[in-house]
């Protein structure tokens, strides 16, 4: 099983910063040279896999082994392009990190057996650097560049190739470990619940558990930053130069929208899968919504769940953790939840409005709470007891629950009852 350990790494001095952020812009041009040499191997039917000459070229900055990491990170770039290809999947070639005008994308990639962590009172990193940075920078010929950590690790076991990132905006190196652990130290449930999610545009998700508990996860503040930071980097755009596409504050802004995203979406993940952990679930059906991704005719849907929402990698990030918590995830046809009646089962004559479900036959509810609950009934082995009032959650750039928000109202908020479920 493999995890991922993220942490802060910190530059002791000025000199260390300026040092890694060579290394780290090193091997960006590295990684641009490989991606513009394939790119025109591919589209002029030459061979991508032929980089022989740029191996000796960045040696004596980042030196030989992570020349190869970056080389080797790239191939595998490549290879999951042509994957898809084979497939008949649409896709597009690998793409650069930035360029050298409006700023490069700082990353690396360091051999598993090329550096070292120490955890304790004081952590810290150790990397190699090429033979030219450390005479440029004053090392010893076999000193390596010592960072500081900042973080605890949450998994111990066989390291994997790290990959260090340095956030412009945020003025922060990261770091990412890949660990791989003993499938024992697996967690699990403490009973064998089921729960039914949906996941959509304005509550990113609603989901029900056979426990008779509900939860929603409000998406309007989030999508809303999202918007104006889009709009901000239209608006940037209308001003470039003609042959100009981008600029280093539309790079960052293209950065502090991804990010944001993000962090909201781990959190998410993290806080709802340790409740459904909680309450003894064991099993959590996810829609299969690859055809109403594609198919979908609001332009303004499609954004939230491809540009916004992330729905591929929102999925692939709940899987990660419902199995570090020993919970199976099933992905269901949803079809027509969204628009069953729960009391009458009808689904032609009943009309959504925003977040209300309403029926002729008098039902009235919470049009995404009321799908998770009739998709949880139509694929649980397991009795579902009545539904409590539902929880609602909102994003406060932090977390989805807690203590209130000093400046804001609580977080953890009850939704309408008159709205959330009527009759059950």
Not at 360 to 371: I, M, V
Request: proline share 4%; with cysteine.
């Amino acid at each position: 099983m493999k995890r991922v350990n993220t942490f802060e790494v910190v530059p002791q001095t000025e000199n260390d910063k300026e040092c890694l952020l060579r290394l780290l812009d090193a091997s960006a041009s590295l990684w641009n040279e490989l991606t513009y040499e394939r790119r025109q191997n591919y589209f002029g039917d030459g061979d991508v896999w032929d980089t022989s000459e740029y191996r000796g070229q960045y040696n004596g900055v980042v030196g030989s082994a992570t020349v190869q990491q970056v080389t080797r990170k790239n191939s595998e770039a490549w290879r999951s392009f042509f994957a898809l290809k084979e497939k008949g999947e649409d896709a597009n070639p690998p793409s650069y990190w930035g360029n050298e005008e409006d700023g490069r994308e700082l990353r690396t990639y360091i051999r598993c057996n090329q550096y070292t962590i120490q955890w304790g009172k004081r952590s810290r990193l150790e990397i190699p650097v090429g033979q030219e940075l450390k005479d440029e920078y004053g090392f010893g010929y076999h000193e390596r560049l010592r960072l500081e950590v900042r973080g605890n690790p949450k998994w111990d076991g066989k390291q994997g190739r790290l990959e260090l990132e340095y956030d412009e905006v945020s003025d922060t190196f990261r770091a990412f470990q890949p660990v791989t652990v003993d499938d024992s130290r697996l967690d699990s449930p403490l009973a064998s619940e089921e729960a039914a999610l949906d996941v959509g545009a304005n509550n990113l998700v609603a989901c029900s558990t056979t426990t008779g508990n509900q939860y929603l996860y409000d998406g309007q503040v989030l999508f809303g930053r999202f918007r104006e930071t889009t709009d901000e980097i239209a608006r940037l755009q209308s001003k470039l130069r003609e042959e100009h596409y981008s600029s280093k504050r539309i790079q960052r802004l293209y950065r502090q929208r991804t990010k944001r995203r993000d962090h909201a979406q781990n959190a998410l993940v993290r806080d709802l899968v340790e409740r459904l952990h909680d309450e003894g679930v064991a099993t959590v059906h996810v829609g299969d919504l690859t055809d109403v991704l594609e198919t979908h005719w609001s332009v303004r849907v499609n954004e939230k769940t491809h540009n916004f929402w992330a729905f591929k990698k929102f999925i692939h990030r709940l899987e990660c953790v419902c199995e570090e918590y020993g919970i199976s995830l099933e992905a269901e046809s949803e079809a027509w939840t969204s628009q069953t009646c729960p009391e009458c089962g009808d689904h032609e004559e009943t009309v959504r409005h925003g977040d209300t479900l309403t029926c002729p036959c008098g039902f009235e509810g919470h049009a995404d709470l009321t799908a998770s609950e009739t998709f949880l009934r139509e694929n649980s082995d397991t009795e579902v007891r009545p539904m409590a009032r539902p929880v609602r959650f909102e994003w406060d750039d932090h977390d989805w629950s807690g203590k209130p928000h000093p400046h804001e109202s609580p977080k953890e908020v009850r939704t309408n009852p008159q709205v959330a479920s009527v009759g059950r």
